[in-house]
């Protein structure tokens, strides 16, 4: 009576199935992680890259963006091991005691990681490419409101704030803002992979065992 029983709790609530369950958990940290990673570093990588060109010396100020993206790697690394550590073997008698349940918690945790992951990485991308390109732009002393030797081609009507203004105005004021703007975007952008990195680490520490 007792050894049908612990067949029928073994069959239903840890059957063979559950660790393909928690292991795509794993997988998925890892996998959708890396690809909102990869997709943050190549859209603000490229924008680097042609900013470089025209303002070598604003490429270590702008590198922040691929910083950043590459730290959300890090938190489905970090997914990842914790889940892969936690499927256990079978035991001695060749009986599965990884439920379901927790397959599903370590799926849930996985997934909700990876897809923050991979929205905080698209977001970065976006922000750093536009960003890191008007950053560059403002560095290039290309300013509003140029000078009389820069005057060719701007129209000669005076703006109404600066019409009394007799000196010039550079674009080192305007580089500025657009930098802190763009990194207080690119902060919390990163604090939607953080989110999803905390919830994922309450989420794999549920846990049933049927050797319980």
């Not at 073994?10 to 959708?32: D, K």
């Not at 929205?119 to 390109?133: S, T």
């Amino acid at each position: 009576m007792v050894s049908n029983y612990l067949e029928s709790t073994y069959g239903s609530q840890c059957p063979s199935w559950a660790l393909s369950v928690g292991y795509l958990g794993v997988v998925s940290a890892a996998i959708l992680s890396n690809w909102g990673s990869a997709w943050g570093t190549w859209k603000s990588g490229v924008s680097l890259v042609n900013t470089g060109i025209r303002h070598p010396s604003s490429v270590m100020k702008n590198v922040i963006p691929i910083v950043m993206a590459g730290v959300i790697g890090i938190y489905g690394l970090i997914i990842s091991v914790i889940l892969a550590e936690s499927i256990p073997k079978p035991n001695d008698q060749r009986q599965n005691t990884y439920s379901i349940y927790t397959g599903m918690a370590h799926l849930s945790a996985g997934l909700c990681c990876g897809l923050s992951g991979l929205a905080a990485g698209g977001c970065i991308g976006i922000v750093g490419e536009y960003g890191v390109r008007s950053v560059g732009y403002r560095a290039s002393n290309i300013t509003l409101f140029p000078g009389k030797s820069e005057s060719t081609g701007y129209a000669t009507i005076p703006d109404q704030d600066r019409a009394n203004e007799s000196e010039d105005v550079s674009g080192s004021d305007d580089q500025n803002k657009l930098f802190v703007g763009m990194l207080i975007m690119l902060i919390f952008s990163e604090a939607l992979a953080l989110y999803g990195l905390i919830v994922a680490l309450i989420v794999s520490q549920h846990s049933y065992s049927c050797g319980e």
